[in-house]
């Protein structure tokens, strides 16, 4: 009865064990950084949903100069709910407002809008909708978007360059249904070093046959906690009414990350 008993725990290691020289099972992959920094709910306040950084919205109070408007102060919200539904996947939820009484109506932008991001190795792809509209809403776009871009393969694509160089951009090409199919571009760039944070944002649309491009920037310092103080501005032509336009901006912005 021992002489059977042994024979049938031997039996079950043999099945148990893998065969001489099979490679145990591959481990599932490590995710990507875009999915690592989505893998918990967040609600960010003072950050814009156009890009890592809150470009459209770097600063809160902010005194401001236009061409062709005399000095004025305005007030600038935005807030992003993120979180993981999969291991290679996550959804976006944001609103926002450059608004503020002293903004001319037609420089005002209100903006919502819900994204879904999946990673299709070597693609990101982004499928989302949006919703903007002027301060009087006399032009309201929604749209439907799909964007893709690379998931990595150069030095700082998505992630920071290295620990001593926190440098990182992304590039991505869309397509926007609303009005009309329209077909556009963006790259968008950050640079961090200590206390300071700067960005770059550049857009290009084709609008009725015609190119168009926008192009916003930022430099923020911070002060304490989640306070910055900010100078940015913007020039060319950006949704909803792709008017001419240019800005210059000095204020002070609040950023702040609560997890869920």
Do not use: C
């Amino acid at each position: 009865m021992k002489a059977r008993a042994v024979a049938a725990a031997l039996l079950l290691a043999a099945l148990a064990a893998p065969a001489h020289g099979q490679a145990p099972a591959p481990a599932p992959p490590a995710p990507s950084p875009p999915a690592a920094e989505a893998a918990r709910w967040e609600l960010r306040v003072g950050h814009s949903y156009s890009s890592p950084r809150a470009l459209t919205q770097p600063a809160t109070a902010v005194l401001e100069q236009e061409k062709g408007e005399p000095l004025y102060s305005v007030l600038d919200a935005g807030a992003l709910l993120r979180g993981s539904l999969a291991p290679r996947g996550w959804v976006e939820l944001g609103l926002r407002a450059h608004a503020g009484s002293a903004r001319p109506p037609r420089r005002r932008v209100y903006g919502a809008m819900a994204r879904a991001y999946g990673e299709l190795d070597p693609l990101l792809v982004a499928v989302g909708g949006e919703y903007l509209a002027d301060g009087n809403f006399d032009v309201r776009q929604p749209a439907a978007t799909l964007e893709i871009t690379a998931l990595g393969g150069a030095p700082g694509l998505g992630t920071w360059v290295s620990p001593g160089l926190r440098l990182r951009w992304r590039p991505w090409l869309g397509l926007s249904w609303g009005s009309g199919l329209r077909p556009y571009g963006r790259l968008a760039a950050e640079l961090a070093s200590g206390r300071v944070e700067a960005g770059l944002e550049a857009t290009g649309w084709l609008v009725q046959g015609s190119a168009v491009a926008f192009l916003q920037g930022d430099v923020s310092v911070r002060l304490v906690g989640g306070l910055f103080l900010t100078a940015s501005g913007e020039a060319g032509r950006a949704a909803p009414r792709f008017e001419p336009d240019g800005r210059l901006g000095v204020g002070l912005g609040f950023r702040l990350n609560v997890p869920l």
